[in-house]
């Protein structure tokens, strides 16, 4: 079961006595647990019904008799366990779990990680509750579930003004959802975000950004990537090395994959890629620029600047700055 469907159910009255939440993505984990607090009782039935424990300081027989009591002017009561992860014998939940009262809605956050599937804890969870099992999103699909999840709010957002706040945020979901939040509040009824929107309201610069940097690089323009690399290097948090490397490294992946296949047809290159074809136009040109060899070159010149990034191979004292120069110089110039 899905996070909007266990919410699309606790709209229609829809209950199961045990909900276990867990995995390394904490945004749904979140977002359940706030929903069960603010919305399945009415603030009459939570003053009575509605229990919080945090399992740092959580007590076995106290979550358990919790359980165990029955509504007060209600039909149901929440018990609600957050980071369950820090409850040092949260194993032995599986008591209760094995036969829970039907009255008890029982709702457990478990961040970071998953239960041993070998234990009885775990078997009990598959036919006791519901177990929704979280996992982070791989880079490559944030644009289409950041995407979605503005659509979900009524809006649209430019093409470009996608990619330059998923790369400045990352593989946050919940800073994502945030800032768009806060997007929203400025865009006084436009229904559309556009790059001067991410510019002034996220604070990324629709000229000197991870993305930019991408497509002049892909264009070997020597001149413009070096300015954009000063920009980073007299704003810092605008695009650390850290950000920077895995970017350019999956965008020359990407290169040696398209470089590697029979096509240069836009669709079919977007298809390969799992691309939109805004951004299939730029591998397309980037492979007029790349020969299959130059893209292999680059991708080695990666990796190594890699490590050094990291302390590793650096014989000297470099800044980050210097060494994406120094990389940059010599991806794009031709011996």
């Known amino acids: 079961m899905s996070p909007d469907q266990i919410i699309q159910d606790w709209k229609r009255g829809v209950?199961?006595?045990v909900y276990w939440l867990e995995g390394d993505e904490s945004y749904y984990i979140d977002k359940i647990s706030d929903f069960a607090e603010k919305h399945i009782l009415n603030e009459s039935e939570a003053s009575f019904n509605l229990?919080?424990?945090?399992?740092?300081?959580?007590?076995?027989?106290?979550?358990?008799?919790?359980c165990k009591r029955y509504p007060m002017f209600a039909e149901k009561q929440?018990?609600?366990?957050?980071?369950?992860?820090?409850?040092?014998?949260?194993?032995?939940?599986?008591?209760y779990i094995e036969t829970p009262l039907s009255s008890t809605i029982f709702i457990v956050a478990h961040k970071e990680k998953k239960i041993d599937g070998r234990s009885?804890?775990?078997?009990?969870?598959?036919?006791?509750?519901?177990?929704?099992?979280?996992?982070?999103?791989?880079?490559?699909?944030?644009?289409?579930w950041t995407s979605q999840m503005?659509?979900?709010?009524?809006?649209?957002?430019?093409?470009?003004?996608?990619?330059?706040?998923?790369?400045?945020?990352?593989?946050?979901?919940q800073r994502l959802e945030n800032e768009v939040d806060k997007i929203v509040v400025n865009l006084q009824g436009r229904k559309q975000i556009t790059e001067d929107d991410i510019e002034n309201f996220v604070g990324v610069s629709k000229e000197f950004n991870i993305f930019e940097l991408q497509a002049v690089v892909g264009k070997r323009d020597i001149a413009a990537s070096m300015r954009i690399i000063n920009y980073f290097e007299a704003n810092p948090k605008a695009a650390p090395i850290q950000l920077v490397l895995p970017?350019?490294?999956?965008?020359?992946?990407?290169?040696?994959?398209?470089?590697?296949?029979?096509?240069?047809?836009e669709y079919s290159i977007a298809a390969l890629l799992g691309l939109k074809g805004f951004f299939a136009k730029q591998y397309i040109q980037a492979m007029q620029y790349y020969s299959f060899s130059e893209i292999e070159q680059a991708l080695i010149l990666l990796h190594h600047y890699?490590?050094?990034?990291?302390?590793?191979?650096?014989?000297t004292e470099?800044?980050?700055?210097?060494?994406?120069?120094?990389?940059?110089?010599?991806?794009?110039?031709?011996d």
């Open 318 to 334: 470099t800044t980050d700055a210097d060494l994406m120069k120094e990389l940059v110089a010599k991806i794009i110039l031709k």
């Open 120 to 144: 009885k804890l775990a078997k009990n969870l598959k036919q006791k509750s519901i177990l929704l099992t979280t996992k982070k999103l791989y880079d490559n699909e944030l644009p289409e």
């Open 78 to 95: 929440v018990v609600i366990l957050k980071e369950a992860q820090q409850m040092k014998d949260v194993e032995k939940l599986e008591s």
């Open 15 to 17: 209950f199961h006595p």
């Open 247 to 265: 970017t350019l490294y999956s965008f020359f992946s990407k290169l040696y994959i398209a470089s590697s296949s029979n096509t240069r047809d």
């Open 150 to 173: 503005i659509k979900q709010k009524g809006l649209d957002i430019q093409t470009k003004a996608l990619h330059m706040l998923v790369d400045h945020i990352g593989n946050d979901l």
């Open 51 to 66: 229990t919080i424990f945090y399992g740092r300081d959580a007590k076995l027989d106290e979550v358990v008799n919790a």
């Open 306 to 315: 890699n490590l050094k990034s990291v302390g590793i191979s650096k014989i």
